[in-house]
């Protein structure tokens, strides 16, 4: 359903809004939306565009769905096989399944209770499959379509459900509850049948205790009419359906965790909580055929062997040829304390134990044949892990695993970071893929995937899409994310730059994280030339080129002082009041945090111009793909840690890398390895600066005003969360900046030189003039407290909640609305100013410019904008010995809210791209001139080879977009996004051959706005900010593509184009395929007499309403699903929608005809039966008188 529909009354009112200031339009935006509804929004400003452009999007072209989810399905707990449809399912903690097949075939689909999923069970071969919740509902999910849905729902209202058992081929569930009874459901109907096992029929009367809930339910594979049912205390039960009685009691005194027949049904073996198996015979049940404790040490003197961890699940498969396999988890002996989680396989005489990374939650083994009465021939067991999924090949003596063509590593390292580009350039995923695949690891199975049902298209969509993905152990992962499928292409290790750290000198390092040192918390890739560059949670930026050649070489680096001075002492806020109620006591991590400057290093030194880590000295050798050109690192500053990247950009065109923070600006040229500019924040204004900050009195209560300050708000340090992740996540509960009450000096470099203010040595670090306090002072008034580390444990943006102290999600949504302040009131409270957005662009740099020139667009946290201006040398000889010069140029432009993105339109509205250089192998054989020469494409717009005299600048800040004409500076147009909310995502893309403007709020509202007169065309709350994981890795891309980290192991893709909507029903793979169902074996004549009962079960006879009555209306309650009409809702939209509806129309025409034949048949059926039986009684009675009668 499309929503905000009237907007297209709204396109031709917005367009035609009466003039209002610069300063923005009067929409101050719904509580709900965070956007203006109203024309008031958008409005013109003082200068209109010379020529009215001609904007093609409207709302039509937008609506919002979730395409695919990739990943491991976060916090499993059941799994099911269809062995005939060769498909599998994961069921999951949060109420997720997910189902798949082939590469390719991935479907995810929820509960909408959101409530465990206990058991998952297939009908094989029926397209359908039965989930059991922690709800005690049983769902039947329809998988014959792509997106699957519940066809039928049994809630239990007075048991709880514990095990459910579906016979192959059969329409009827056993479901065994807590109570200790059994129920059995009708398939077909969802019913309820009146036929129960009580717990107290099944067990002896003789018993006095209860024998605990059912853990196994199964029937013999000799006889369907025996039903084995398993209670926790170890009591096993062989229930004759027929009869109505249990044919057989067993007992043991350790508790049952589950039950495995024999194919021949004459044994089954039980495993139990001592770390025993023990193997029954039907014909002996009093004690155990066999026991043994596989991990147990024999004792001497002949006793029991001791008793061991339990064994939560067995396994015991049949071969013609060979021993049978007996396969269980767990069942380890206690005295292995650190012993990893295992997977032990018998087979015969031979005990083989796998190790596993992480704790098993189940497992399956896979057979030949879906008949249970039939040698079982194993041929591999699928392995659930609570972070991993592995399949071992039973077929090979030294059982190896199969190669997993899955992306369910995503999560190897928490994810930190995520980028997503579609409609790359397509010679990019195969270069990747080479590169990476000389890394592929070795020794696994020659064997295909035996997970190999459903089919998979590729669809309409062909434009290729590639997502990076960087992780807290500094791993770097780019994966081909085309046609809504994911494969990982390339792996890069950026710590490899830096020398391991030795463990026990932690203590004598200058590291500002005490774990996670090499997290990526910023990345930057230009597509065109390849350059790469990765910003790390130690104050680092590394730049990355491209090659498909081995080299041996030494890594260049630079070290850069920022800092950030301020003459003057801050002001006391008693204004400022915490979030959160009392929260000093809420804080007992930042007390103790608090303290004096870092002395971890020499006893007695301070350190200053260290860097965090140490890059390597040696030659290193550099496999293909990306290498090492250049490591940047931020210095220690008297004693003050280095503060983290906010803002990173890098242009290969002219070979600079910039990155700010929030202390300020850096500026490197990544071809002469030189800084060009390193200045602070207020610096770059020069005689611009639009704020006066005056001097103020010190703080009364330094440490309960550091507390409030670090509480304030997410604003002032972190403004754009999710491009950048910041402080590795530790900046919501404690201050990442120095202390603010410090006395700290202008920063300058003595050597540099200084001119007109900017720097003209191109080897020179940051220009200016100033006192420098000498470092007895400084050392004064950066004392802290013994022993504060400046910053606690890194963790990933994957494995964090929110660690406000907040309690309830209402809290937590509070905590975001109020978080941000205006920048205006920022200004009184925080003097430092934070880079929070670059940008490289051919632009007009000052007002009233004739012609364009090369840029660096640099916005900050306070809502300004200023271009410096980079005059780089005239030819591509001189780029590398002449120095490329960086001057502001003193245009300011204001926005409220800190700076998210900027982007650049042509006078013809197309969107400009920043120039790039072509890229070409820095390590090519071929050295001739022209390899070496550099091709740079300064315009994008093939169309447009003349910028025109104007162009668009577009800004978006985290309140409000601005679009401003070049070179005169006018604003055109301003739209409030949002006053009572921020915006954590803003980016510029293509869409239709066009360009929006496309946000995301954090009150959940995912909005679009046309380029450049901002009108609205799509606003729907649709995605709750639960979470800082989804608020740091969501990100827009180009052709309508967006995604986040939905868990901490899934990446979930969403799509706001409405053709992509439409056509999505096609991208998706096919669940269910037609099989023939394999032929049961031929028994044989001698064993069809005398194996198993020779009469046939009928369970419709038993189980039905005729036969076994209703059951109790109050025991469960039926609730229909809406499977069909969730079919057609997937396929909405023309003709495959019609389609659909048909093919559903005609299934149900088809079996209610069916339906009608039957009813037609047993009608013809009972008139002959009632004509032949009033023959007889006629026949009867004919000459008998009435008398006789």
């Known amino acids: ?96 399944i997910r189902i798949l ?57 007075r048991e709880r459900i514990t095990y459910c058992h579906l016979p192959f081929q059969s329409k009827w569930l056993y479901v065994g509850t807590e109570r200790g009874n059994t129920h059995i459901v009708n398939i077909e109907s969802f019913i309820l049948s009146g036929y129960v096992i009580m717990w107290n029929k099944a067990i002896e009367l003789s018993t006095k205790t209860h024998p605990g809930p059912v853990v196994h339910l199964s029937d013999s594979p000799r006889d369907e009419g025996k039903l084995l049912i398993g209670y926790e205390n170890g009591t096993v039960v062989l229930w004759d359906l027929r009869s109505k009685r249990a044919d057989l009691r067993a007992y043991y005194d350790e508790a049952i965790h589950s039950v495995a027949w024999h194919h021949e049904g004459k044994q089954f073996m039980c495993s139990h909580s001592d770390g025993s198996l023990t193997l029954w ?28 961890k339990p064994i939560l699940k067995v396994e015991y498969k049949t071969c013609k040829s060979s021993e049978p396999f007996v396969i269980f988890s767990g069942g380890l002996s206690y005295d292995k304390a650190c012993r990893r989680p295992s997977l032990t396989i018998m087979h015969g005489k031979a005990i083989t134990v796998l190790e596993m990374d992480h704790p098993i939650v189940d497992f399956l083994t896979l057979c030949e044949t879906p008949y249970p009465n039939e040698f079982q021939e194993p041929y591999a067991v699928v392995v659930l892990l609570e972070k991993d999924l592995i399949v071992v090949d039973l077929t090979q003596s030294n059982f190896p695993i199969f190669e997993n063509p899955y992306p369910i590593d995503i999560h190897e390292s928490p994810v930190t970071c995520t980028e997503y580009f579609a409609d790359c350039p397509p010679d990019l995923i195969p270069v990747l893929y080479s590169v990476g695949a000389k890394h592929k690891k070795q020794g696994y199975s020659n064997k295909e995937w035996p997970i ?78 390849r350059i790469f560059c990765v910003a790390g949670v130690s104050a680092y930026v590394i730049v990355y080129r491209f090659s498909k050649h081995e080299v041996n070489t030494e890594i260049s680096s630079l070290e850069v002082r920022l800092q950030y001075e301020v003459e003057d002492i801050i002001t006391p806020e008693p204004e400022i009041i915490p979030p959160f109620p009392d929260a000093s006591s809420q804080l007992p991590s930042l007390k103790s945090l608090s303290g004096s400057t870092n002395t971890v290093a020499c006893e007695g030194t301070m350190k200053d111009s260290i860097p965090c880590l140490s890059v ?8 293909p793909g990306y290498q090492a050109d250049l490591v940047i690192q931020l210095v220690w500053v008297d004693g003050e840690p280095p503060q983290q990247i906010t803002s990173l950009a890098v242009n290969s065109a002219y070979g600079l890398v910039a990155f700010g923070n929030c202390n300020g600006l850096a500026v490197v040229d990544f071809m002469q390895k030189t800084v060009l500019l390193s200045m602070g924040t207020l610096d770059l204004y020069g005689s611009s600066d639009p704020y006066q900050r005056q001097p103020r009195s010190p703080r009364k209560s330094k440490q309960f005003a550091a507390d409030n300050f670090c509480m304030r708000g997410l604003s002032n340090f972190y403004p754009d969360l999710t491009k950048r992740i910041r402080t590795s996540y530790q900046s919501l509960t404690e201050l990442s900046d120095s202390p603010v009450s410090l006395e700290l000096e202008r920063c300058k470099s003595p050597t540099s030189d200084h001119v007109n203010g900017h720097c003209t040595s191109p080897t020179s670090q940051s220009c200016s003039s100033g006192k420098r306090l000498s470092s007895a002072d400084v050392s004064k008034a950066n004392r802290r407290g013994p022993g504060r580390p400046p910053f606690r444990k890194a963790q990933s943006a994957a494995c964090m909640e929110i660690s406000l102290p907040v309690t309830t999600e209402e809290n937590r949504e509070n905590s975001f609305s109020r978080s941000r302040s205006s920048s205006v009131s920022s200004i009184d409270r925080d003097s430092k100013e934070a880079i929070t957005a670059l940008y490289f662009m051919e632009s007009f740099a000052r007002k009233n410019d004739s012609a364009v020139s090369s840029c660096l667009w640099v916005g900050t946290g306070l809502g300004m904008v200023l271009i410096l201006s980079l005059n780089l040398p005239a030819s591509d000889d001189l780029r590398q010995s002449e120095p490329v010069m960086v001057s502001p140029s003193g245009t300011v432009l204001t926005l409220k809210g800190p700076v998210l993105t900027f982007a650049c339109l042509d006078c013809m509205g197309t969107l400009t791209h920043p ?18 020469k550099r091709k740079l494409v300064m315009h994008s717009p093939s169309s ?29 147009y301003v739209h409030n996004i949002t006053e009572t909310s921020f915006l954590l995502r803003a980016d510029v893309v293509t869409l239709c051959n066009s360009v929006c403007l496309a946000c995301f709020c954090a009150n959940g ?38 995604l986040y980290l939905s868990s901490p192991t899934e990446i979930q893709r969403l799509t706001y184009s409405q053709e992509m909507c439409d056509n999505l029903q096609d991208m998706l793979g096919d669940l269910f395929t037609p099989v023939e169902t394999p032929e049961a074996q031929n028994r044989g004549f001698l064993k069809g007499l005398f194996g198993g009962s020779g009469q046939a079960f009928d369970r419709e006879e038993l189980f039905g309403e005729a036969t076994a009555g209703k059951a109790s209306r109050s025991l469960a309650q039926h609730i229909p699903g809406s499977g069909g009409i969730e079919g057609v809702r997937g396929a909405a939209g023309g003709v495959i929608g019609d389609l659909t509806r048909a093919r559903i129309a005609l299934d149900e025409r088809g079996q209610k005809l069916g339906e009608l034949d039957e009813r037609t048949a047993s009608m013809m059926a009972s008139a002959e039966a009632f004509s032949k039986h009033a023959h007889e009684v006629m026949l009867k009675y004919k000459d008998k008188k009435w008398y006789q009668f």
């Not at 039907?282 to 002949?302: A, E, V, Y």
């Not at 409000?960 to 604003?971: E, R």
């Open 944 to 972: 447009s080879q003349d910028m025109g005299d104007h162009q668009f600048a577009v800004i978006c800040s985290e309140k409000q977009a601005k679009v401003f004409s070049l070179p005169s500076q006018t604003c055109l």
């Open 101 to 157: 097949g082939r590469p390719g075939v991935d479907c995810y689909c929820q509960h909408e209770s959101g409530a465990a999923v206990l058991q998952l069970q297939f009908l094989i071969n029926e397209g359908a499959l039965v989930s059991a919740s922690a709800d005690d509902a049983l769902h039947l999910w329809n998988l014959r379509q792509k997106r699957p849905a519940i066809l039928h729902s049994l809630k239990f209202n």
């Open 452 to 529: 190999s049902g459903g089919a998979w298209n590729l669809g309409a969509q062909t434009y290729p899409e590639i997502i990076i993905t960087g992780h807290a152990d500094g791993s770097v992962k780019f994966w081909d994310a085309s046609a809504i499928t994911l494969q990982m292409l390339y792996k890069l290790k950026t710590s490899k730059v830096f020398e391991k750290q030795k463990t026990g000198e932690g203590k004598a390092t200058a590291e500002i994280v005490e774990e996670d040192p090499f997290a990526v918390q910023m990345m930057y890739w230009c597509p065109e030339s």
């Open 616 to 623: 390597k000295t040696r030659p290193v050798r550099m496999p």
């Open 281 to 308: 015979n039907l014909k002996s049940p009093n004690r155990p055929f066999q026991t043994t404790i596989p991990h147990g040490k024999i004792q001497r003197d002949g006793k029991k062997p001791e008793s061991c």
């Open 1005 to 1042: 509202h995912i909005m679009t706005l046309s380029l450049p007169s901002l009108r609205p065309l799509l606003d729907i709350n649709y995605l709750p900010v639960t979470d800082m994981r989804i608020a740091r890795t969501f990100c827009f891309t180009n052709e309508g593509q967006a």
């Open 915 to 932: 120039p790039y250089e072509v890229w070409r192998d820095p390590h090519s054989a071929d050295d001739g001139e022209k390899t070496r």
């Open 1 to 96: 359903m499309k929503k905000f529909n009237f907007r297209k009354v709204l396109d031709g009112l917005t367009a035609s809004s009466p003039s209002g200031s610069s300063g923005g339009g009067s929409g101050g935006g719904s509580g709900a939306g965070g956007s203006s509804m109203h024309p008031g929004g958008t409005a013109g400003a003082a200068g209109t565009p010379r020529d009215e452009i001609q904007e093609t999007l409207t709302s039509d072209y937008f609506q919002i769905c979730k395409t695919v989810r990739h990943g491991f399905p976060y916090l499993p707990t059941a799994l099911a096989f269809d062995p005939v449809q060769k498909i599998l399912a994961i069921g999951t903690r949060t109420g997720a």
